[in-house]
């Protein structure tokens, strides 16, 4: 998991000028060599290095297909969590409008401070340690409100109003398990982005070799290619990590469920 993580620390303009060098540098050598082996007699046939680098060039291509449907289907999920969260939320927050005094109240007034909470969360997925201290408050508000619940249950356990809030508050705790795993934990794999990258290294390098020996260097070409490829690999990294860069799930539904309740007090 540590390793699944170590990119967290790296910003997204750093991440985009690596891949540029990652790409760009790999088919300059590689046009050096290849304009090099052109010059020698016995240099290899164009026509078999272009199958190969094309060959390569496919098979980065799907890589990246692989990673960026994952990427955007752990940010969907993220972003129905949220959606998720904001309904079992409100809905535990009414059906605590049916529970006796003093219950009602302290409930609602619980509620209120775990919807402050979440709207922290998500800015300290990639910060293990405040993210745990986090964590902990909200584990102390669920506990709390389950304390409400079990009281309730010994006063009367056939009661279909207690058994409704019951099951709207274990729906808000399962949600918020949901939340911390998708945006805290799981992550690309580490050594899916180690093999990605050295796919990309060799195929690089193949596109550049090819050029130099079929001498049809072009800086044009050479730019098109790195900055689709690194554009590409900048909204994988970007999609995979909450709670920064460019690409992120919007907060307002958490926002307006906040202001909403707070006008009920």
């Known amino acids: 998991m540590a390793a699944d ?5 790296v910003p997204l303009w750093a991440f985009f000028v690596a891949i540029v060098l990652m790409t760009l540098l790999p088919i300059e050598l590689g046009q050096r060599l290849g304009a ?8 290899e046939p164009e026509s078999a290095v272009g199958n190969v680098v094309g060959a390569a060039l496919v098979l980065l291509g799907f890589m990246l297909a692989l990673t960026l449907g994952a990427a955007t289907a752990r940010f969907d999920a993220r972003k129905e969590a949220l959606v998720d969260g904001v309904n079992a939320i409100e809905t535990a927050y009414r059906n605590a409008s049916l529970i ?3 219950h009602q109240s302290e409930v609602q007034r619980l509620l209120r401070e775990y919807v402050e909470i979440r709207l922290e969360m998500p800015q300290l997925f990639d910060e293990p340690d405040e993210l745990r201290k986090l964590d902990a408050r909200v584990r102390a508000i669920q506990e709390a409100l389950w304390s409400h619940a079990r009281t309730l249950a010994k006063e009367d356990r056939s009661s279909e109003i207690y058994a409704l809030f019951t099951s709207s508050l274990n729906d808000v705790f399962q949600i918020h398990n949901k939340r911390v795993i998708l945006g805290a934990q799981y992550r690309i794999p580490f050594v899916v982005w180690i093999v990605l990258m050295v796919v990309t290294i060799i195929s690089m390098f193949g ?5 130099g020996l079929s001498g049809s260097r072009s800086v044009i070409a050479n ?9 590409v690999m900048t909204i994988i990294f970007d999609l995979d990590q909450p709670g920064k860069g460019l690409i992120d799930v919007r907060q307002q539904p958490m926002y307006e469920l906040h202001e909403r309740l707070n006008a009920q007090k």
């Open 36 to 43: 090099r082996r052109r010059r020698m007699t016995d240099h």
């Open 5 to 9: 993580h170590f990119l967290d620390r």
């Open 100 to 102: 006796p005094e003093p």
């Open 207 to 211: 596109v550049g070799f090819h050029f």
């Open 223 to 231: 730019w098109m290619l790195v900055l689709t490829f690194t554009l």
